[in-house]
């Protein structure tokens, strides 16, 4: 074998060889982009946490001296922390009472026990005046975007 040979061979990989590596860059390549396009790399990351709530509705029994014979506020909702993952404060939000000011995350829903950067764990719950007729959802919203996931629901007597 000559060595000036090899620097003048102008042969290359088989075509068979270039063919089967043209389809596997083609099926890499569209499987990347249908990833993206779909949002399957987003669900992945932005998992919701697992967890359970507990709610124990008391009619008449708002946390706040004003609702009696109030027809807007019928009574006191506890939503409890039963179990699971810890979530900070700041990513639950209470949704669906009547009175507005009830619906905000869980630092200034109820009483505000909880401050920013409170961690809610098992055993932690909060207060919320509701309507007999309201449906009440605990919704975690990630503090850096992304989708929401509606954790609990409770139905009041009346909805």
Not at 106 to 123: F, P
Request: with cysteine; net charge negative; proline share 3%.
């Amino acid at each position: 074998m000559n060595p000036k040979e090899l620097f003048t061979d102008d042969e290359a990989v088989s075509p068979v060889i270039g063919v089967i590596l043209m389809v596997a860059i083609t099926v890499i390549l569209a499987a990347v982009i249908a990833t993206f396009v779909l949002g399957l790399g987003d669900q992945v990351s932005n998992t919701s946490p697992q967890t359970s709530f507990s709610f124990d509705y008391a009619e008449g029994d708002c946390r706040t001296d004003d609702c009696s014979g109030d027809s807007e506020r019928d009574g006191g909702l506890d939503i409890i922390h039963d179990g699971g993952e810890n979530i900070e404060a700041g990513e639950l939000y209470v949704r669906g009472a009547t009175d507005s000011a009830e619906n905000g995350d869980w630092t200034t829903a109820g009483a505000g026990n909880y401050g920013e950067g409170s961690v809610i764990s098992a055993g932690s719950g909060i207060t919320v005046d509701v309507a007999n007729g309201d449906t009440i959802r605990v919704v975690w919203e990630p503090s850096q975007g992304g989708s929401s996931a509606t954790l609990a629901t409770w139905e009041g007597p009346d909805a």
